[in-house]
């Protein structure tokens, strides 16, 4: 019944490991990616890196991905002052959440994904949220997003189904998933190709991929692909 999807592609690590997840399971897979003004807009050309690298390596799953779509979300940026929009130190504010936290993101991103997937005759949403090791973002959780499914669906009058299959993983557990998807090779083009690092640092290749090594987002990427190392070994 659920032969299309389209996957929300960032250009980090866990949205290109659902997208070869999703490219795994749906005969047709297509993408969305949004600019929002994020101050790591690197991860947007990094998109186009590893979609080609993905056709090139992979070419069962070229077969199967289909058209990429960029919205221009640059109103999010207008709405909001984060540390993810605006060039300001990334600190934890009194609610608890780090200020990173972009108001409405992913209920945005979902709403305009489910608008592009109706008119595409697509019926499964994948997106990378995550409840295992992140940021305490409530709009990742298991729950918003379940409760989103319904409501879209409603809206739309149309099955939706939200599929967030790194839901209950923790990164390196993400890493070990990319492997059992597509070996060695893909785990080196989200490695390589993909960026997680909220303040855009993509000058320096770790271990773990390009970032400042500082931020959140890093430190979480590196912890998580040196516990998926050490296990590899
Ligand atoms: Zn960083």
Redesign the pocket.
């Known amino acids: 019944m659920h032969k299309k999807a389209l996957v929300l592609f960032s250009g980090g690590q866990d949205s290109a490991t659902c997208l070869a997840w999703a490219l795994d399971r749906y005969e047709q897979v297509e993408t969305i990616g949004f600019d929002y003004g994020q101050r790591?807009r690197v991860e947007l050309d990094c998109r186009i890196t590893v979609l080609q690298n993905l056709r090139d390596a992979f070419p069962h799953w070229a077969a199967r991905l289909g058209q990429d779509h960029l919205l221009d979300l640059g109103l999010l940026g207008q709405i909001s002052e984060t540390a993810l929009t605006a060039d300001k130190v990334i600190t934890f504010e009194q609610s608890g959440l780090p200020n990173t936290f972009v108001p409405g993101r992913n209920l945005i991103f979902f709403t305009f994904a489910a608008a592009v997937a109706y008119r595409r005759g697509i019926s499964v949403l994948v997106g990378g949220m995550c409840e295992t090791d992140y940021s305490g973002y409530p709009d990742c959780r298991d729950d918003t997003l379940k409760s989103l499914q319904v409501t879209l669906g409603l809206g739309l009058d149309q099955r939706l189904v939200i599929e967030t299959p790194l839901m209950w993983l923790d990164k390196s557990q993400t890493w070990v998933m990319a492997k059992s998807l597509g070996g060695p090779g893909l785990v080196e083009i989200i490695r390589r190709d993909t960026h997680?690092?909220?303040?855009?640092?993509h000058s320096t290749l770790h271990a773990w991929g390009y970032?400042?090594?500082?931020?959140?987002?890093?430190?979480l990427?590196a912890k998580g692909f040196d516990a998926f190392a050490r296990a590899v070994i």
């Open positions: 790591h997680s690092c909220y303040v855009g640092d970032g400042c090594g500082k931020c959140p987002a890093c430190e990427r």
